[in-house]
């Protein structure tokens, strides 16, 4: 019988953990070579008795090493600040609010995935499920040095193959296999057994350049005595020794002294690149490309290899799905997660379905089948009326749902939502190219606090119709501007003042601040708009409180990340603008350069090749970025044949698309709906709502 620290999951008990009897040994650092390599390799692949713990040894060792450590987590961000969703019965129906809270959104679940995109670097994982209480609440990394992952064996004492337990296969332990997760193949390695020998070789570069820069990097000393004077000789040799650690010489008149000189001019060079060679391999065996890593790289060269990159992280999602959904899943349901066998857990993905498209779609389905009210608020952002909704299909004189028409409430909500809904309604034609600056970690500790404290002003009456809040204003153009950092290449400390590329930058800085202002005038509007009930009558805390919490996560999440994004687009295409004009004497023509490939949207692929002179009118409206997500770039030429347009077809871009935002300094342009104010907020709109917009240019 177990004791009663036991925590038992369904029938299933484990006292104590697992992690709780092994004995680890410590791994020890010391100088490392390419022999280590070897032989640490050699062990670890015995084909008779794998053991490896030197090559384990040599990973821990490794990687301190800056450039290694930022290539490995970069490729692990990738996949761990995507959020992780349940969809049951697998065909997308509305996501699980129990699996999601209690699973997939709680910080062991979020360590489970950082073990598991370890097995990128070290060949694989072995993590263990602590349940705490009865449900998982914890979970730890098995060291690794006590796994022998071809024979999925875990040795109590490392080192010591004859005791220890078996975690898959025929042996596998009943009182812990339940609870031991394997990520990874039985004789990967990891992408450390590649990188290692460049991370040595780096090493001894740095010593070598070390010293070079000891024996030449400070100027060498000669003092001359009189051969017959000794006491000359001594104090000029005390001299010299207390001057500095600079070498020297004492030699006696007549004497001379030669060098060969090896300091020469770029001499130091070499060991620089050696270095610069190693970073390069280390990057291109983690992320595919050197170029979204190391600045120097052209714009339409760094999008090229973005999007490789985008691509791997892609694989390493869908490889990590495959684990989720068959190991993990099958082991939480034999403890107690029974909901879970009726999903598939999936990484978020952006609906790329226009707006109006997806409510046609919806309605019949709704006419088919009954559809849970929740989605509904959800997919369109839509508050909750006060009291409680029947469900769509719930119509006691229409119990089968048939030709029943989709009402929804609180329209005055809708307006600007369905504008703005359409408007980014194709965010990107691959949305898994987007980067999410707001996850939910940064959302619980940033934004959540400030959208607390505003609704509790909005219904107290502090905080009044047609108002902006600054603390939320600030906190969205900090965001924003990253964005625009991010694309442009640096902040103001990489340029220097008053030159082209920092006028551009404070113009783009001023405008995400404008854009902010408003935006967050337009994100309190909504909120304030649903304080009254239908019949006037205010809300109380907790109603409203809910009705105005899809609002914070349309305008300060799902919205905020889509303009993040466009930030970081226009930005790029803005520094290239400074560029274009600075060389249009000699490089006088553009010409519209397309991405080439299968993904590229037609409307775009109808301005591929085609050469306008710099100042042309042509690229007032498809100077890029042409759409979100769009990966066209110019190409400057210093001759060409301009293309006649006569008989030529162009596309209708949106509003938002149709101008150079690089041309006008902005990322947003005027177009935008969030400038759309109502009558009686126009002359405080006039002043930007009363919030301070930094204008460097005036300086």
């Known amino acids: ?308 990159e985008e691509e791997l992280n892609v694989s390493d999602m869908l490889k990590l799905e495959y684990q989720l959904n068959w190991d993990f899943k099958s082991k939480m349901v034999n403890l107690g997660a029974k909901e879970l066998s009726q999903g598939k857990i999936q990484f978020e993905k952006t609906q790329e379905i226009p707006l109006d498209k997806q409510i046609e779609i919806d309605m019949q389905v709704a006419e088919q089948v009954p559809i849970a009210e929740e989605y509904w608020y959800s997919k369109y952002g839509v508050a909750k009326p006060d009291g409680k909704a029947k469900p769509i299909n719930a119509d006691p004189a229409n119990p089968k749902g048939q030709k029943k028409k989709l009402q929804l409430k609180s329209k005055s909500l809708i307006l600007l939502n369905s504008s703005i809904a359409d408007l980014y309604s194709h965010v990107c034609d691959h949305p898994e190219h987007n980067l999410s600056i707001v996850t939910l970690a940064s959302k619980q500790e940033a934004i959540d606090p400030i959208w607390n404290r505003i609704v509790k002003g909005i219904h107290s009456g502090e905080i009044k119709p047609g108002s902006v809040d600054p603390e939320l204003f600030k906190w969205t153009a900090q965001q924003l501007f990253k964005g625009v950092t991010k694309g442009f290449g640096g902040d103001f400390d990489a340029f220097y003042h008053d030159d082209p590329d920092s006028n551009m930058l404070a113009h783009l800085e001023t405008n995400v601040h404008v854009f902010s202002a ?55 295409m803005a520094s290239l603008w400074v560029d274009i004009e600075s060389n249009a004497d000699a490089l006088p023509l553009l010409k519209y350069h397309t991405a080439g490939d299968g993904r590229v949207r037609p409307a775009h692929a109808l301005l591929a090749g085609i050469i306008k002179p710099v100042n042309d009118e042509f690229w007032n409206s498809y100077y890029p970025p042409n759409d979100w997500g769009c ?48 009558k009686e907020d126009k002359e405080a709109a006039k002043n930007n709502f009363g919030m301070d917009i930094p204008d460097k240019n005036k300086k």
């Open 1 to 308: 019988m177990a004791d009663s620290k036991n925590a038992k999951i369904g029938k299933s008990y484990i006292s104590p953990t697992l992690n709780d009897k092994l004995y680890v040994n410590m791994l020890r650092m010391g100088s490392k070579g390419i022999g280590t390599w070897k032989n640490a390799i050699d062990i670890a692949r015995n084909p008779i008795q794998p053991n490896r713990r030197y090559l384990i040894e040599l990973f821990e060792d490794i990687k301190i090493d800056a450039h290694l450590e930022a290539v490995m987590e970069k490729r692990s961000i990738a996949i761990t600040n995507k959020k992780v969703l349940f969809h049951p019965n697998n065909e997308g129906g509305t996501i699980s609010e129990s699996v999601q809270a209690n699973i997939l959104e709680t910080p062991w679940f979020n360590e489970l995935l950082k073990y598991g995109t370890e097995q990128i670097p070290f060949g694989f994982s072995v993590v263990e499920l602590i349940p705490v209480g009865g449900v998982i609440q914890k979970v730890a990394l098995i060291p690794r040095q006590n796994v022998i992952p071809e024979r999925s064996f875990i040795m109590l004492n490392a080192g010591n193959i004859m005791d220890g337990i078996y975690y898959d296969g025929d042996n596998a332990s009943p009182e812990y296999s339940p609870y031991l997760l394997n990520f990874g193949g039985k004789k990967d390695y990891g992408k450390l057994m590649t990188v290692a020998q460049y991370v040595i070789y780096k090493r001894g570069g740095f010593g070598d350049w070390s010293q070079f820069a000891e024996l030449f990097g400070m100027p060498f000393r000669v003092g001359k005595y009189d051969p017959y004077d000794d006491v000359s000789r001594q104090k000029l040799y005390s001299a010299l020794d207390q001057m500095g650690g600079a070498g020297f010489a004492v030699i006696p008149n007549g004497a001379s002294l030669e060098f060969i000189q090896n300091a020469q001019a770029g001499q130091s060079d070499i060991y620089k690149n050696l270095v610069n060679i190693c970073d390069e391999q280390i990057s291109k065996s983690f992320l595919g490309n050197t170029m979204t890593t190391d600045s120097g790289s052209s714009h339409s060269q760094s999008e090229t290899h973005k999007d490789s």
């Open 631 to 678: 990966r066209c770039d110019v190409i400057q030429l210093a001759e060409g044949d301009v293309t006649s347009m006569k008989g030529r077809k162009l596309p209708t871009l949106k509003p938002m698309f149709d101008s150079n935002t690089a041309k006008q300094g902005v990322v947003f342009p005027e177009k935008h709906p969030y400038y759309k104010v109502a």
């Open 518 to 572: 408003f935006k967050t005038y337009q994100t309190l509007r909504q909120a304030t708009d649903q304080l009254t009930d239908k019949d006037g009558n205010v809300k109380s805390f907790a109603q409203f409180r809910n009705d105005v919490s899809a609002i914070n996560d349309q305008f300060n999440v799902n919205w905020l990340n889509t303009e993040y994004n466009q930030a970081i687009a226009s930005s790029q």
